[in-house]
């Protein structure tokens, strides 16, 4: 049983697609997240939704669009992709307690973008 | 801002040797600190955790202590397996609901 699953694991493409990304999580967290890896494995958080609604949109190009159709799904979808787009992204969620910031991540495997 | 430092990578040891691995933090407030480990081809996962000063995280034989007047969390394991081959990140989580993470250090160790 996958707490939390991606797909594609693996996503090769050419400039200029539109791709999507799809995430589940089947552990009841509220709280989504989509992070991008970059080829020195430094993490990046991009988008943050609690129950469906954004919470963290860092500085990401516009072509990034985060869609949750409800909190148990977060998907990635990305326009005119471009070669600096290649990466690793991954998908976590988080139960998030009120005044509580301990709360334990649980990332998916990843889904590695290869723009050519 | 928030933000966390760890040393460089890529460290490389041999079975059996002492590890450490420095992190320290910039922070606003009390944030809970965070080591996760990323295996070969997988996601990351939570390999311990302290929620306030002087707290002592650990498991499968890694500790990290909360040290406040040092903002540190630094990693350490008295005798490394080659199992123990990962990326390694330190992490804080404060009250603007993100996970910040430094720029991991990988591990190498050796039969």
């Known amino acids: 049983d996958t707490a939390v699953s991606q797909t594609p694991k693996y996503l090769v493409t050419q400039m200029g697609n539109d791709k999507s990304i799809k995430c589940e999580q089947n552990l009841g967290h509220d709280t989504m997240y989509w992070y991008k890896q970059d080829s020195k494995k430094f993490l990046k958080i991009m988008f943050s939704y609690n129950n469906k609604e954004l919470i963290i949109n860092e500085t990401v190009p516009n072509r990034f669009s985060p869609k949750s159709p409800d909190k148990a799904h977060l998907n990635l979808h990305i326009n005119s992709l471009e070669l600096g787009d290649s990466a690793v992204y991954f998908c976590a969620s988080s139960q998030e307690l009120t005044g509580v910031y301990n709360t334990e991540a649980f990332f998916g495997q990843g889904t590695r973008l290869t723009v050519v | ?111």
């Not at chain 2, 966390?4 to 944030?31: D, H, K, R, W």
């Not at chain 2, 903002?71 to 350490?76: N, P």
């Not at chain 2, 080659?82 to 720029?103: E, H, P, R």
Request: charged letters at 20%; one cysteine or more; proline letters at 4%.
């Open chain 2, 1 to 111: 801002g928030n933000s966390v430092t760890q040393m460089e990578g890529p460290v490389t040891l041999s079975e059996e040797a002492f590890l450490t691995i420095n992190c320290t933090y910039t922070a606003t407030g009390y944030p809970s600190l965070f080591w996760y480990v990323q295996y070969p081809g997988e996601g990351l996962q939570l390999l311990l955790k302290a929620t306030k000063a002087d707290d002592k995280g650990s498991n499968k034989g890694f500790e990290a202590t909360y040290r406040k007047e040092t903002t540190s969390f630094h990693l350490e394991k008295g005798s490394v397996q080659v199992s123990d081959s990962a990326v390694y990140f330190c992490a804080l989580y404060n009250q603007g609901g993100k996970l910040i993470f430094g720029q991991g250090t990988e591990l190498s160790v050796k039969p």
